[in-house]
């Protein structure tokens, strides 16, 4: 027989919103991380907030629903909000009740941008890794790191010279056109009108120059887990530089580690600062013919090249890719959606985060 369709509403629901979420979904091992994490975070949340005004939306309630922003590639935070609103798997995450109201989306934007601007991420991250569980997961010895451009919320039409010339004609609308043929346009004479932090900056010959920064990651080589990562603005030797830095001051304990890196590590002065630090280099071999038709001279020594850790090690820093790949497609941060580096960096270490977060709950149910 046929059933009926019935559009009533109760008044009154008896059903806790924890029975809805089926119990091996996979975002019940992510929250228990989370939760986890945010509990040894409390006492430094607790630091970030005054005890006089009104309350703001409490710090879990700001980071958890990021994470999702991530996890779900939402593109708004107003997106976000509307989300959250019906649905309830969104709702359980966060922590909020069938009966609990959703904040503005403004209002929420502007709480999170605080929040983070204390640099969080980079303070859940390293909790993340610290747990115990977690720990026995990463490598002490054997890393690599890479980096990759990260476009700018500007248009290239936003690029002028900084002395005031160069505006556009008023003529064509809002966005008046502009001719850019044969006008010579560098860091050291134009900016961004709109993120002045963002640089232009081309990956290599033939490629278009981009509004951009430069997203760095270290990674260990055991499972592939991003251990640190950083935004700087674009240069020539921004990778090596961050690479130094992030070695310096994530690497455990004193002893020798390796560094895999690809051929744009192969730089006399990198290798070097590497050795000092008793860093083994493991970086591919630049060996381009010049102008010349000379081969270019390798920075890596035959005796670094002749080890069975090398190639292993060339192998495994490819992996830093998936971590690229899964942060600018599902992380959204391929063009971010904020302006200035502390904003820009912020958005990159949670998104770092929320990659680990995806990848952590299967390693750990087969870790023996």
Same mark, same amino acid.
């Given at each position: 027989?046929?059933?009926?369709?019935?559009?009533?509403?109760?008044?009154?629901?008896?059903?806790?919103?924890?029975?809805?979420?089926?119990?091996?979904?996979?975002? $019940? +091992?992510?929250?228990?991380?989370?939760?986890?994490?945010?509990?040894?975070?409390?006492?430094?949340?607790?630091?970030?907030?005054?005890?006089?005004?009104?309350?703001?939306? %409490?710090?879990?309630?700001?980071?958890?629903?990021?994470?999702?922003?991530?996890?779900?590639?939402?593109? #708004?935070?107003?997106?976000?909000?509307?989300?959250?609103?019906?649905?309830?798997?969104?709702?359980?995450?966060?922590?909020? #009740?069938?009966?609990?109201?959703?904040?503005?989306? *403004?209002?929420? !934007?502007?709480?999170?941008?605080?929040?983070?601007?204390?640099?969080?991420? $980079?303070?859940?991250?390293?909790?993340?890794? *610290?747990?115990?569980?977690?720990?026995?997961?990463?490598?002490?010895?054997?890393?690599?790191?890479?980096?990759?451009?990260?476009? +700018?919320? %500007? !248009?290239?039409? #936003?690029?002028?010279?900084?002395?005031?010339? /160069?505006?556009?004609?008023?003529?064509?609308?809002?966005?008046?056109?502009?001719?850019?043929?044969?006008?010579? $346009?560098?860091?050291?004479?134009?900016?961004?009108?709109?993120?002045?932090?963002?640089?232009?900056?081309?990956?290599?010959?033939?490629?278009?120059?981009?509004?951009?920064?430069?997203?760095?990651?270290?990674?260990?080589?055991?499972? /592939?887990?991003?251990?640190?990562?950083?935004?700087?603005?674009?240069?020539?030797?921004?990778?090596?530089?961050?690479?130094?830095?992030?070695?310096?001051?994530?690497?455990?304990?004193?002893?020798?580690?390796?560094?895999? /890196?690809?051929?744009?590590?192969?730089?006399?002065?990198?290798?070097?600062?590497?050795?000092?630090?008793?860093?083994?280099?493991?970086?591919?071999?630049?060996?381009?013919?010049?102008?010349?038709?000379?081969?270019?001279?390798?920075?890596?020594?035959?005796?670094?090249?002749?080890?069975?850790?090398?190639?292993?090690?060339?192998?495994?820093?490819?992996?830093?890719?998936?971590?690229?790949?899964?942060?600018?497609?599902?992380? /959204?941060?391929?063009?971010?959606?904020?302006?200035?580096?502390?904003?820009?960096?912020?958005?990159?270490?949670?998104?770092?985060?929320?990659?680990?977060?995806?990848?952590?709950?299967?390693?750990?149910?087969?870790?023996?």
């Amino acid at each position: 027989m046929r059933g009926e369709q019935r559009r009533s509403e109760g008044l009154f629901s008896y059903i806790r919103l924890e029975e809805r979420i089926a119990p091996d979904h996979p975002l $019940r +091992a992510i929250l228990g991380l989370v939760n986890e994490v945010l509990a040894a975070l409390s006492e430094r949340l607790e630091e970030l907030y005054s005890h006089t005004g009104r309350p703001s939306i %409490a710090p879990e309630y700001l980071l958890r629903a990021t994470l999702l922003q991530a996890f779900f590639t939402i593109r #708004s935070e107003r997106q976000l909000m509307e989300q959250i609103d019906y649905n309830l798997l969104f709702r359980w995450f966060v922590g909020l #009740s069938m009966d609990d109201a959703v904040w503005d989306a *403004s209002v929420f !934007s502007k709480n999170r941008d605080r929040l983070l601007e204390a640099e969080v991420a $980079r303070e859940f991250l390293s909790t993340l890794l *610290s747990l115990p569980k977690v720990k026995r997961l990463l490598s002490s010895d054997h890393f690599s790191v890479d980096g990759t451009l990260i476009d +700018a919320w %500007a !248009s290239i039409k #936003s690029f002028r010279p900084k002395d005031g010339s /160069g505006e556009p004609p008023t003529d064509g609308g809002r966005n008046g056109e502009r001719n850019f043929r044969r006008e010579k $346009r560098s860091n050291d004479t134009h900016a961004s009108t709109t993120d002045p932090d963002a640089k232009l900056y081309r990956k290599g010959d033939g490629q278009e120059s981009r509004l951009c920064y430069i997203g760095h990651v270290l990674m260990e080589n055991r499972n /592939g887990i991003a251990v640190a990562g950083d935004v700087t603005q674009a240069n020539g030797t921004a990778e090596r530089n961050a690479a130094l830095d992030l070695i310096d001051a994530h690497r455990p304990g004193c002893g020798r580690i390796t560094l895999g /890196g690809d051929k744009a590590f192969d730089v006399e002065d990198f290798v070097q600062a590497l050795r000092q630090r008793k860093v083994t280099p493991h970086i591919a071999i630049d060996g381009h013919l010049t102008k010349t038709g000379k081969r270019r001279k390798t920075a890596i020594d035959k005796r670094t090249l002749h080890h069975i850790g090398y190639d292993i090690s060339q192998r495994c820093r490819k992996r830093i890719e998936e971590v690229f790949g899964w942060i600018k497609t599902t992380g /959204g941060v391929a063009q971010v959606k904020v302006r200035g580096l502390p904003k820009v960096q912020a958005v990159f270490a949670f998104a770092i985060l929320a990659y680990n977060l995806i990848r952590l709950p299967k390693l750990l149910a087969t870790a023996p």
